[in-house]
């Protein structure tokens, strides 16, 4: 099996190169990744458990699913592919933002990200992919907020930094 590459950026987001994902982390080069953001008509939030066996933040709480763009894919393109792949489902997707951010895990990766947020609706149960996903729940933001506050160390470093900074971009 190939190894997936994820796309080098610089700070302005412009591609100058590819690079193992693996490699990626272990290295700490900035590459592009996105964050998709479900809600429900409720404005619920559909969170995801990650997998118990992923090789970072396994079984943390985050946003409904995230990755790394392909080479000459689109980040809504691959939002919309990551959705189908991690959680059975796809939705209508809008980009709100982009930011950059850093975090090292204590296995010596370290996630240095420009990420994209994706935003959409959909109100039907997920069929989860079990290699990517544990579990998930509709959760309402300022129960979020709240629990985050309370609990920090169940949610991913990305997840903590959107809700933290980028707060206003997520709600629909």
């Not at 559909?46 to 990755?67: D, E, F, I, V």
């Not at 544990?134 to 991913?156: G, L, Q, S």
Request: proline letters at 3%.
């Amino acid at each position: 099996m190939i190894e997936e590459q994820v796309i080098l950026v610089n700070e302005k987001d412009e591609q100058i190169g590819l690079m193992p994902k693996q490699e990626a982390h272990e290295k700490a080069v900035l590459h592009r990744a996105f964050s998709v953001f479900i809600f429900n008509n409720k404005k619920e939030l559909m969170l995801q458990q990650r997998a118990l066996h992923k090789y970072h933040s396994p079984g943390l709480w985050t946003n409904t699913c995230c990755s790394h763009q392909r080479n000459g894919e689109s980040s809504l393109a691959a939002g919309t592919r990551r959705l189908q792949e991690e959680m059975g489902f796809t939705a209508e997707l809008n980009e709100t933002t982009s930011f950059i951010y850093k975090a090292p895990f204590e296995n010596g990766l370290t996630e240095y990200e420009y990420d994209h947020i994706l935003v959409g609706n959909y109100n039907e149960e997920p069929q989860l992919n079990s290699d990517e996903v544990a579990a998930w729940k509709w959760m309402p933001m300022d129960a979020i907020k709240e629990d985050i506050k309370n609990n920090p160390e169940n949610y991913t470093a990305w997840f903590k930094i959107i809700f933290d900074k980028f707060y206003k971009f997520i709600t629909l």
